[in-house]
């Protein structure tokens, strides 16, 4: 971090970061005065919050060979299930950006997790197909405002020099989230049943609601802060508020890079997580108990991928690095960590496969990190929010149709072998058009 302000001076007029004169922030660098971290308890607001949200939309997925066994349930049919979410949080995102953006982070985010932790709480009245499909309708709604509404908040909260790591960091909660879920679900789940997991989980969203409602207020407005760490966060060059409609949106190819890099890559992850639990299951062998150290291993790789994606970004860009080399070092990085997967559906060891699963979860969540920070790099604070959800919209448009086709797959071949495949080379694809469509990651002019 002390290291800003050679950074700027290497960088020179090339460097997109923008940052201001030397003079103007030496004083808030200097080892000797420390600026506070106030903005790293943010972050830790936003990392209770995704992995919170993870939690509730993972319960699903580990029950999935429970509840397939007790209702009857086809491939195609819990396709469905998950179409439902899906649907819902692409069609979420067409208005959830905005209306985070006109509420605030503050009330809109609130607002959000109210809605998904009802939806979570209400699985445990579903007995069908339908009723399950309607229950996740609802949770996706709600979790629809989770990443714009964190990505907002680090885009007030910190400066662009820490926001891929910041990202990163909040980013790893869906990790934990899906860590903490396969050791939590199977106690409740043999102890009080599976209606209780859902209800049990989907409670933690009140708690966190009371906390956010208690700490969270932009930093101009907050009263704990020091004038150090407000200068800090406010030492890149000052932004003119503005908002974004979608047809703008659409018409700055800065956003369908950020789209894009999401269409390829965000429908493997709903695979790790919907559709995880099952392949420990079919290809394995496993039951409920015997799947969480699996899953442990493999979410515990996409924590550290996340933390490391977004670290190596910013890492690079203290060490004089220019921020789309940065940040298109970390992507290319992470798409190529993601291709051995290819092999684990058809290796006959079987922590082989678990260990190839757990660096390509890790590989996604650092490239994950590092795309949602292309939307801070290229657009003002203010329209952050509204891109994160068109971007992700399009990356849901993408799942839907992705989840449909691995019920397919699955339900006539009954292997992963193409699901793997189409997962290893779909983030170099993704690359070749973030390359193509944000070569120097230009600011968009809204």
């Not at 924590?303 to 789309?324: C, F, M, Q, Y």
Request: hydrophobic share 55%; with cysteine; net charge positive.
């Amino acid at each position: 971090m002390w290291g800003c302000a050679s950074l700027a001076q290497r960088a020179g007029a090339e460097n997109p970061v923008n940052l201001p004169p030397v003079t103007a922030i030496s004083e808030v660098l200097q080892p000797s005065s420390p600026i506070g971290r106030r903005r790293w308890l943010i972050c830790g607001l936003l990392f209770f919050a995704t992995t919170v949200n993870y939690m509730d939309r993972q319960v699903i997925g580990l029950l999935k060979p429970t509840l397939q066994l007790q209702f009857g349930w086809t491939e195609i049919g819990y396709s469905n299930i998950v179409l439902a979410f899906q649907f819902a949080y692409g069609a979420g995102l067409l208005f959830i950006g905005k209306l985070i953006d006109k509420l605030g982070t503050r009330k809109g985010f609130s607002l959000a997790v109210f809605v998904w932790s009802v939806a979570a709480m209400a699985h445990a009245a579903a007995g069908s197909v339908f009723q399950f499909a309607v229950a996740r309708f609802c949770l996706g709604i709600g979790e629809a405002g989770s990443f714009p509404a964190c990505v907002k908040a680090v885009a007030e909260w910190f400066p662009k020099r820490e926001r891929a790591l910041a990202t990163g960091l909040f980013n790893c909660g869906s990790n934990i989230g899906a860590i903490v879920t396969p050791l939590a679900v199977p106690l409740i789940t043999y102890r009080f049943g599976w209606r209780m997991a859902f209800i049990a989980t989907g409670a933690l969203g009140f708690l966190w609601i009371v906390c956010w409602l208690a700490i969270y207020h932009r930093p101009e407005e907050d009263k704990v802060i020091s004038s150090a760490e407000l200068a800090y966060i406010q030492s890149d060059v000052q932004e003119q508020t503005t908002t974004i409609s979608l047809r703008s949106m659409i018409t700055h190819r800065q956003a369908w890079a950020v789209a894009l890099g999401k269409f390829f890559t965000d429908p493997i992850w709903f695979v790790y997580l919907f559709w995880m639990p099952d392949f420990l299951s079919r290809n394995l062998g496993l039951d409920l108990r015997g799947m969480a150290l699996p899953l442990f291993v493999i979410y515990s790789g996409a924590s550290i991928g996340s933390v490391a994606g977004g670290w190596l970004s910013s890492a690079l860009l203290k060490r004089g690095w220019t921020l789309n080399a940065s940040r298109k070092t970390a992507l290319l990085v992470c798409a190529l960590a993601v291709t051995p997967i290819m092999i684990a559906a058809v290796t006959r060891n079987a922590w082989l496969s678990v260990f190839l699963i757990a660096l390509a979860a890790g590989a996604h969540q650092g490239w994950s990190a590092n795309i949602y920070t292309l939307a801070s790099d290229m657009f003002p604070r203010s329209a952050v929010a509204a891109v994160v959800g068109f971007a992700t919209m399009i990356g849901m448009i993408s799942g839907m149709f992705v989840s449909k086709a691995v019920g397919y797959i699955l339900q006539r071949t009954g292997s992963y072998v193409p699901v793997f495949i189409m997962a290893g080379l779909s983030y170099l694809v993704a690359f070749c058009f973030v390359q193509l469509l944000a070569p120097r990651l230009e600011p968009a002019r809204v």
